[in-house]
């Protein structure tokens, strides 16, 4: 099975969009519609504009607590601004109580703006965009498993909450982030802003543990048929998400699940193995517990039980475990218990810069000393 030199410069295409980024995305859909609250607290509606760079004015239309027979003339005149008028039948509980309260812009992170036994969801519009709006509180608790969007574009999750990779996770601000086990990751299609984003959950991609509660398979309902797994850039951060469709069978040396133009999802390996650019393509690579080696001392260049490449299908003798510190672009980030298994019969590399000549095996860690351990991955990285 040769999979070509492998490639230190990798560019793994994702579906999540990572903090921060998207911010060319228009602010809502043209034509679009959202509720809102309008003169005197009428409960009306407004009209994203055709650059989609805003909405227009509230209009609550004829009839309608905002509309001429209420906050016309006759309203603002001596009859309606007297006693009676002013008194419980139009500003008291039934005019400014929870329904009319229920209804227009609201915060998505801190949940104001609606009335009691509501929340502020995300309301997808079925052409890749949305608008927060107040809808009735959904049932869904904190990561449990949810549907949606349903027909009217509203998920069934708690307030605070969106349906993403069918677990209800908690909405966030880029700003302020989520704790130390979760990362606010914004994704395409959930709010068309740079600072609002998805609580997702840490994880080990080495156990596939997720980290807040060690829950096996990142929290899968069936961990022996994970559909939930921990997946990252080279070097992390690494946070529990769905499965690409047809990836579950991806395993060592197979091609993992991309765009349709080339490339790979992070997610595009089956659980355990993570996508590694080559001279020839994408292949999917074991994830494993990485162990110092070097010459004369070699005994576990295949990693560390349980996680060892033979363990993931990768058994050739030529398979080593290295820190994949040594791949990721930032060394000093990369996670120092994390490894990846790589063939050193069938990795090649330019040891002369020289295009006419032949390219040379990878090294194996048990042909190495200082200072070269750390440059091959066989040891960690040291800052």
Known sequence: MDRGTLSVALVLSLWIAGCGGGGDEPLCTPGAS???????????????????????????????????????????????????DSGADDSGTSDSGADDAAVGPCDLVEQTGCGAAQRCTWVEDGLGGGAAACR????????????????????????????IGGLCQEICSTNEGCGADFQCNRFVGFVNDDTTGICVPRCDPVSQTRLHDDAPACGSPEPGAP???????????????????????QTYGSAPIGPPGGGAFASGCATGFTPL?????????????????????????????????SARGATASTVECRFISFLAANPSLAAP???????????????????????LPWPSCSTLTSPNLVGWGCAPYAP
């Open 337 to 359: 218990g994390v490894g990846v298994c790589v063939d050193t019969a069938v990795q090649t590399y330019d040891h002369d810069a020289n295009p006419q000549t032949s390219e």
């Open 34 to 84: 959202v509720a809102c609250v309008g003169t005197g607290g009428c409960s009306g509606g407004q009209v994203c504009n055709a650059e989609g760079t805003g909405f227009g004015p509230c209009s609550c239309g004829p009839g309608l607590d905002g509309g001429p027979s209420d906050g016309g003339t006759s309203d603002g005149g001596t009859s309606d601004g007297g006693t009676s």
């Open 277 to 309: 650019g080559a001279t020839n393509g994408f292949f999917c690579h074991p994830f494993c517990t990485p162990v110092a080696s070097s010459m004369g001392n070699d005994a576990q260049r295949q990693g560390a039980a349980p996680h060892t490449c």
């Open 136 to 163: 009735a509180d959904g049932t869904v608790a904190h990561l449990g498993a949810c549907v949606g969007p349903d027909a009217e574009g509203v998920d069934d999750c708690v307030a605070g909450h969106a349906c």
């Open 227 to 249: 559909t939930l797994g921990c997946y990252g850039a080279l070097g992390g951060p690494y946070t529990c998400r769905s499965l690409s469709p047809g990836a579950a069978t």
